[in-house]
């Protein structure tokens, strides 16, 4: 067992916040007494594909701990069915790789290769905690527990806002919970309660990332609760003025890209409150700007979107404006990727 902490401030500085680490205590032993006692209660588990009958994997679990023996076993699933008490031998004897065993089950060699080892006889996991003293980005209380491919079996955080945030999840530990309450499927589940935007938002066994049509109402939805909702009504956003330009964006390495504009003028506020207007720019490039070297996300940036000033927005010549500060952003991306030009 051992601890470890990352500092996460330095990646993200803020002057607002004192205190942001990640706290990581790795092979700690698992809670399972019951089952140290009295053995585990092994049991089938897998899925089904939805593409057809031919992915059906089958393995074994405890039902109680889920810990799962090792190897964890391939079974027929023509004979076994996902949740049925597994009443089949076990081969404790398999010291081989998984890519070993996996060739020799290839080959034909499959005798007592595809039966589930033995139980471990000391498992362990894992927790982690982060912690941020100071402002933070969340507001509201979560707990999400995990499905059968999750990583974590639970996790949730809760947030206080400008005080500050606390995020736990585990590893493997948890594991009980989790097939308890959430054993079957592919979607994690949680419940939560969120303050953001003037509204409380609320998630009631939701799947984590995901809503849907059929879901009910109470499931996931939300309430503005900012007085100013009811006495001045709902916040609205209306595009009020839009011109179309297209510029030229000169570059200090004397590469010149063509770009189309967009500036839409647009007026924020509520029917019966004071308005604000701001000035939107969408720009394109269709043949892109190279801003970094060799990144899997790509080199080139083809386009993006930033608030202008009014009194650029206002000038006769605000497509020239416009692409002036079109180059400074792109030079601002080379500086953060340490962009090179090539020769």
């Known amino acids: 067992m051992y601890l470890h902490s990352v500092n996460r401030a330095k990646d993200r500085p803020d002057r607002r916040v004192l205190l942001h680490r990640s706290f990581y205590l790795n092979e700690t032993p698992r809670l399972s007494l019951r089952c140290r006692l009295r053995g585990h209660r092994p049991v089938v588990d897998g899925h089904d594909s939805l593409y057809g009958n031919r992915d059906r994997p089958r393995w074994v679990v405890c039902d109680r701990c889920g810990v799962r023996p090792e190897p964890q076993g391939h079974l027929d699933p023509d004979l ?31 005798e007592g290769i595809r039966l589930p080892g033995a139980w471990p006889t000391a498992p362990t ?7 941020v003293i100071g402002r933070s980005h969340a507001t509201g209380i979560n707990l999400t527990v995990g499905c059968a491919g999750a ?24 594991a009980r919970v989790q097939r308890r309450f959430n054993a079957v499927g592919y979607d994690s589940r949680t419940i939560s309660l969120d303050f953001h935007n003037g ?47 297209t510029g030229t964006v000169y570059l200090p390495d004397g590469t010149t890209h063509d770009v189309q504009l967009r500036l839409e003028q647009r ?11 701001t000035w939107l720019l969408d720009w394109d490039c269709p043949t892109g700007i190279p801003t970094r070297n060799d990144s899997w996300k790509g080199d080139d940036t083809y386009g993006g979107a ?20 079109i180059a400074e952003s792109c030079m601002r991306a080379r500086e953060h990727y340490g962009y090179q030009q090539s020769a």
């Open 80 to 110: 076994w069915d996902v949740g049925q008490p597994y009443t089949g031998p076990f081969n404790p004897g398999q010291p081989m790789s998984p890519a070993v065993r996996k060739q020799l089950v290839a080959r034909g060699f499959d």
């Open 125 to 131: 996991g894992g927790l982690a905690t982060e912690l």
């Open 151 to 174: 990583e974590s079996p639970l996790s949730g955080h809760i947030g206080l806002g400008p005080l500050g945030a606390l995020y736990l999840h585990t590893e493997r530990h948890g």
């Open 199 to 245: 509204r409380v938002w609320w998630r009631v066994w939701a799947r984590e990332n995901e809503s849907r049509s059929t879901d009910p109402w109470w499931m996931d939805g939300n309430l503005a609760i900012h007085p100013a909702h009811y006495l001045l009504g709902a916040r609205t956003s209306e595009a009020v003025h839009e011109k179309r330009a």
């Open 267 to 277: 007026r924020y506020g509520r029917p019966r409150g004071r308005k604000t207007t």
């Open 306 to 325: 930033f608030s202008v000033p009014a009194e650029t927005a206002a000038e006769e010549g605000w497509a020239d404006a416009v692409c002036v500060l």
